[in-house]
């Protein structure tokens, strides 16, 4: 092969990287500020059937045939990572996944077992605990949830790499975005927190608006820090 085809070649190459670069490095971002755990989601897809078909009908037969599945997609979840954005959430994560682990060898030795009663009541735990721990990932409101993707680039990737004009250039959609959090309707089961939710979703407002008026860099990261303290007061509500 002649040099000039072989550099052509690699300049292919090269290019080719250098143009995928930003959409890789976009990718991982947008996975690390997105809550979710493909893990746990891939094993709705043993539960559902489990919970809504077997289980109703009191089909032991198959209840013992989805063990395999259920072994297989739980021992992925023990291993699962959770985004970025969930590191908060990692103990309460830990200790579903201990608990998760103990309803699965339970079902497992159920549907080894002869005793359809007691594998009918493992089913049973099964689900209740992968609801549980869909709750600790799952946001409370699509709103809070939206602030929240925001202030995490902004907390753990412009603050401590001191970009302050992209902190100034997102302080506006902050303020938006805690705006909607005190306009966001809550679940009937939070109904007895309104006071709290209302108190704490106006410090939110507030300091993400002091933020925005913050011009010289030097109050900047005070300021992000004050956000992110008042977000994590919002959190503590729903608790």
């Known amino acids: 092969m002649k040099k000039s085809a072989v550099f052509r070649l690699v300049l292919i190459f090269i290019l080719a990287f250098v143009f995928s670069l930003p959409t890789a490095l976009a990718a991982g971002q947008s996975?690390?500020?997105?809550?979710?755990?493909?893990?746990?989601?891939?094993?709705?897809?043993?539960?559902?059937?489990?919970?809504?078909?077997?289980?109703?009908?009191?089909d032991y037969a198959a209840l013992r045939k989805f063990a395999p599945e259920v072994k297989a997609g739980a021992e992925k979840i023990y291993t699962a990572k959770l985004p970025g954005i969930?590191?908060?959430?990692?103990?309460?994560?830990?200790?579903?996944?201990?608990?998760?682990?103990?309803?699965?060898?339970?079902?497992?030795?159920?549907?080894?077992?002869?005793?359809?009663?007691?594998l009918l009541s493992s089913a049973e735990t099964l689900h209740s605990l992968y609801e549980?721990?869909?709750?600790?990932?799952?946001?409370?409101?699509?709103?809070?949830?939206?602030?929240?993707?925001?202030?995490?680039?902004?907390?753990?990737?412009?603050?401590?790499?001191?970009?302050?004009?992209?902190?100034?250039?997102?302080?506006?959609?902050?303020?938006?975005?805690?705006?909607?959090?005190?306009?966001?309707?809550l679940p009937k089961r939070l109904k007895p927190k309104a006071e709290a939710f209302h108190k704490a979703t106006t410090d939110l407002y507030e300091s993400a608006k002091a933020l925005?008026?913050?011009?010289?860099?030097?109050?900047?990261?005070?300021?992000?820090?004050?956000?992110?303290s008042k977000y994590q007061d919002l959190e503590k509500v729903f608790e």
Not at 38 to 52: G, K, N, S
Not at 90 to 118: F, I, P
Not at 135 to 155: N, S
Not at 213 to 226: R, S
């Open 212 to 228: 925005a008026a913050t011009k010289p860099d030097a109050g900047l990261a005070a300021a992000v820090e004050n956000v992110h």
């Open 31 to 58: 996975q690390e500020t997105e809550s979710t755990v493909p893990e746990l989601t891939a094993f709705h897809e043993v539960i559902y059937p489990i919970w809504h078909t077997a289980y109703p009908e009191k």
């Open 132 to 185: 549980m721990m869909v709750r600790i990932i799952r946001p409370v409101l699509k709103e809070v949830d939206d602030f929240h993707k925001v202030l995490y680039v902004v907390y753990h990737q412009y603050l401590p790499g001191k970009d302050y004009d992209k902190i100034r250039g997102v302080a506006g959609e902050l303020v938006t975005k805690a705006e909607a959090i005190g306009r966001a309707a």
């Open 86 to 118: 969930l590191h908060e959430r990692q103990a309460k994560w830990d200790l579903g996944v201990a608990e998760l682990k103990k309803g699965v060898d339970v079902y497992l030795a159920a549907a080894a077992g002869q005793n359809d009663q007691a």
